[in-house]
């Protein structure tokens, strides 16, 4: 908590720095190549075992096989998440997170804890450059109600209203993650779960709001945002 | 006796040859394409090791089944044998059949090498991160049931799946004005080294 202050602050100062060096590329093949320069001009930190374009490129296409095609999200076993379009911080922190165990998931403990910081930082801003449409899998019947508690929270179960930190638009800020076009189930299945999968940085804020809604409302919050391009 | 009536029913069927585009798949001829099914595919549809390994059905996803019946059609999946088998076939009879294959459950037929199992299961459930390797487990599910267009690997044929996970790109996703979900294995099938395919194959051919 007590360097919870000073972890937004460099964060963001590495996102804003990071997204300076990208003129909103859409493609894949242009991240990448904004990517290369990026690692080759040592602006990641760690020169020497900044990681090759290719390896870049191999390590997404790995990252691909689960989380769909421009990591727009895919129905595994679970509901395995959007990456697309996230936020730079947030990714990092999860990753991390991942490794240390704070955050409970075997097959992403395995994926993390072989990762470089230079890599973690190449794919989460290759990731966040990316913008495929939305599966858009919630029930259609559910979005108006979602969007009300989106926007509005729900004051009598003292639950704040998401935009305030995720944005009017869902996409997330630094540490906060983007919540546009993520799956309907993984969204469910994360508000469901929240404490006894999540102990990393910033995830207490959270907690006090996915124990205070119902699961209708997760259910009709989920839907709203699975829609949001 | 009841069982013997409807192995009669089955058979009079499969003698009066019911057509198999019929609109309705009734009973009887579901119970005679079965019987033809496993023919090849094993008497309970838990493989059978032909002059080629033959896969076991038994306990497979419905959706994955009716979506490989459709691709032998579509040339998506290149295996003369089961376009003859499948393009014969009637939307009604591939869901039957389908629905049916997912109902059985004999055990697995095992036979592959039982000192590949342990390395197996650490591919299976952590994948090789090293290598770019995604765990199996993410898809098809720690128990290696599947979901959905997500195959079952649990007692599937040692064999097959070796021989599948070496072909991958030779055999699936054949039609290119065709795209399918067969190219999500490509990258792992082409990742994985020959000795990592047979610890793999070993594992999930033992899983109930």
Request: proline letters at 9%; charged letters at 15%.
């Given at each position: 908590m007590r360097s919870r202050g000073q972890n937004c602050v460099s964060a963001s100062h590495q996102s804003i720095s990071l997204r300076s060096n990208f003129a909103?590329?859409?493609?894949?093949?242009?991240?990448l190549a904004a990517l290369i320069a990026l690692v080759s001009g040592g602006a990641a930190g760690a020169a020497n075992d900044a990681p090759t374009g290719q390896e870049v490129q191999a390590k997404l296409t790995y990252c691909e096989v689960c989380h769909g095609v421009s990591a727009q999200g895919f129905l595994g076993f679970s509901p395995i998440p959007r990456l697309a379009g996230q936020q730079v911080a947030y990714i990092r922190n999860q990753l991390q997170g991942f490794s240390e165990k704070k955050r409970a998931n075997n097959i992403m403990f395995n994926v993390g804890h072989v990762l470089s910081p230079a890599m973690i930082t190449a794919l989460a801003n290759s990731l966040h450059d990316l913008n495929p449409k939305p599966l858009g899998n919630g029930p259609k019947d559910l979005v108006d109600a979602g969007k009300q508690i989106y926007e509005q929270g729900v004051p009598s179960?003292?639950?704040?209203?998401?935009?305030?930190c995720h944005g009017a638009d869902a996409k997330g800020s630094d540490q906060?993650?983007?919540?546009?076009?993520?799956?309907?189930?993984?969204?469910?299945?994360?508000?469901?779960?929240?404490?006894?999968?999540?102990?990393?940085?910033?995830?207490?804020?959270?907690?006090?709001?996915?124990?205070?809604?119902t699961d209708a409302q997760i259910k009709a919050v989920a839907a709203y945002v699975s829609y949001l391009e | 006796m009841r069982l013997h009536g409807g192995l009669h029913i089955a058979l009079l069927a499969l003698l009066l040859a019911a057509p198999a585009h019929a609109e309705n798949a009734s009973r009887g001829s579901v119970q005679a394409k079965l019987s033809y099914c496993k023919d090849?595919?094993?008497?309970?549809?838990?493989?059978?090791?032909?002059?080629?390994?033959?896969?076991?059905?038994?306990?497979?996803?419905?959706?994955?089944?009716?979506n490989q019946l459709r691709a032998f059609i579509e040339h998506r999946r290149t295996n003369n044998i089961m376009f003859n088998v499948a393009?014969?076939?009637?939307?009604?009879?591939?869901?039957?059949?389908?629905?049916?294959?997912?109902?059985?459950?004999?055990?697995?037929?095992?036979?592959?090498?039982?000192?590949?199992?342990?390395e197996g299961r650490k591919i299976f459930e952590d994948g090789v991160p090293d290598d770019n390797i995604a765990a199996c487990a993410a898809c098809h599910g720690p128990d290696a049931t599947g979901t959905g267009e997500i195959p079952r690997l649990a007692g599937q044929l040692y064999p097959y799946l070796v021989k599948e996970l070496t072909n991958w790109g030779k055999e699936r996703g054949q039609n290119p004005s065709q795209p399918d979900t067969s190219a999500i294995m490509s990258p792992v099938?082409?990742?994985?080294?020959?000795?990592?395919?047979?610890?793999?194959?070993?594992y999930v051919s033992y899983l109930k």
């Open positions: 909103h590329p859409t493609r894949l093949g242009v991240a179960a003292n639950v704040l209203p998401c935009a305030t906060f993650p983007r919540l546009a076009g993520q799956l309907y189930a993984y969204v469910i299945l994360q508000l469901t779960n929240w404490s006894k999968e999540r102990a990393e940085h910033n995830s207490d804020i959270m907690a006090p709001i996915a124990r205070g809604l | 090849c595919h094993g008497a309970s549809a838990q493989g059978f090791r032909g002059y080629f390994p033959i896969p076991r059905l038994a306990g497979q996803q419905t959706e994955y089944l009716e393009h014969t076939l009637s939307p009604a009879m591939v869901s039957a059949l389908a629905e049916s294959f997912h109902a059985l459950n004999p055990p697995p037929i095992g036979g592959a090498p039982r000192g590949l199992v342990e099938a082409h990742s994985l080294s020959k000795s990592q395919i047979e610890a793999v194959a070993a």
